[in-house]
């Protein structure tokens, strides 16, 4: 079993739907969580970084985080065709190591 | 600002042969990493290095050498070449080692 799961997809959704990508993990000692975003044949770039259990939310993006149930999501309000892209969780121990454990990413595209 | 540049951006080899991946950040970052991305597996770590002189191994360092040139530069060599080794790669630099600014990439075939 891999540490950190994260359904392939592909999920496509029509332009303005809310989109909930999910991530789980075993190693309860995560303690920092990101989600980045890939662009086709592009290198990936963070969009969300939580620390802990909680929400965060930054313009149409929310992230959750549920340490108890080791599961974390991603929502995508007023999906817009610009969003299609690959979604990769990542989770660390602590913020003093590059050790970053990525889930596969799940791949979105958004039908205008 | 160029952030983080890797070269060449694609590659293909031969069995057997050998060749290094360059990566160069201007972002003054003192952690910097080696990834390689194959389909269905996500971002795995080859090697990283938390500071200038310093290496350590990731998850799959078997078939890989690193070395820190200096606080910019952090290349990756494949010794000899193995069709397992075909990937695209990318190079990474932190501050804040939670978060990793990443380069394009390399795509590398091998025959």
């Known amino acids: 079993q891999k540490e950190v799961e994260q359904d392939p997809g592909p999920l496509s959704v029509p332009e303005g739907a809310i989109v909930s990508l999910n991530c789980t993990y075993s190693n309860s000692a995560f303690q920092y969580f990101m989600w980045y975003r890939q662009y086709s044949r592009k290198g990936p770039e963070l969009l969300m970084y939580?620390?802990?259990?909680g929400n965060k939310e930054d313009g149409r993006f929310t992230a959750q985080v549920d340490k108890s149930s080791k599961y974390i999501s991603l929502f995508i309000r007023d999906s817009q065709p610009s969003d299609s892209a690959t979604y990769l969780c990542?989770?660390?121990?602590?913020?003093?190591?590059?050790?970053?454990?990525f889930g596969q990413g799940t791949t979105l595209q958004v039908k205008p | 600002n160029a952030g983080v540049t890797q070269t060449p951006k694609f590659q293909v080899l031969k069995t057997g042969q050998s060749m290094t991946l360059q990566c160069a950040q201007d972002?003054?970052?003192?952690?910097m990493y080696w990834y390689r991305q194959d389909p269905g597996m996500g971002l795995r770590l080859i090697y990283y290095?938390?500071?200038?002189?310093?290496?350590d191994k990731g998850e799959v360092p078997n078939g890989y050498n690193v070395s820190r040139l200096n606080k910019r530069e952090f290349s990756l060599r494949l010794e000899s070449a193995a069709p397992s080794q075909t990937s695209v790669y990318f190079c990474?630099?932190?501050?804040?080692?939670?978060?990793?600014?990443f380069g394009p990439g390399t795509r590398l075939t091998v025959l």
């Open positions: 972002m003054n970052h003192n952690s």
């Open positions: 939580t620390y802990s259990s």
């Open positions: 990542a989770m660390s121990i602590s913020s003093n190591t590059g050790k970053l454990i």
């Open positions: 990474a630099s932190s501050e804040n080692r939670a978060e990793q600014f």
């Open positions: 290095s938390a500071s200038e002189g310093t290496t």
